[in-house]
């Protein structure tokens, strides 16, 4: 999903690194809740996603 949106593809590399220092810290709990936000932030984008491309709701939410 990130490639078919330039703003989702920075914004996500971006988490990406932010979870990756958390887990650097040993900071277990801030990478837990950064982990949660990335996995929210992907579910809406492909929500979005699925919307734009026609997909049927009921087929999205099933897989997210």
Same mark, same amino acid.
């Given at each position: 999903?990130?490639?078919?949106? $330039?703003?989702?593809?920075?914004?996500? &590399?971006? !988490? #990406? *690194?932010?979870?990756? /220092? @958390?887990?650097? !810290?040993? /900071?277990?709990?801030?990478? !837990?809740? *950064? *982990?949660?936000? #990335?996995? /929210? /932030?992907? &579910? !809406?984008?492909?929500? &979005?996603? @699925?919307?734009?491309? =026609?997909? $049927? =709701? &009921?087929?999205?939410?099933?897989?997210?």
């Amino acid at each position: 999903i990130s490639s078919f949106t $330039p703003q989702r593809l920075i914004k996500s &590399k971006s !988490e #990406h *690194l932010e979870i990756i /220092n @958390a887990f650097k !810290e040993r /900071n277990l709990s801030k990478t !837990e809740k *950064l *982990l949660r936000i #990335h996995i /929210n /932030n992907v &579910k !809406e984008s492909a929500i &979005k996603f @699925a919307e734009v491309c =026609g997909i $049927p =709701g &009921k087929f999205i939410y099933f897989w997210v």
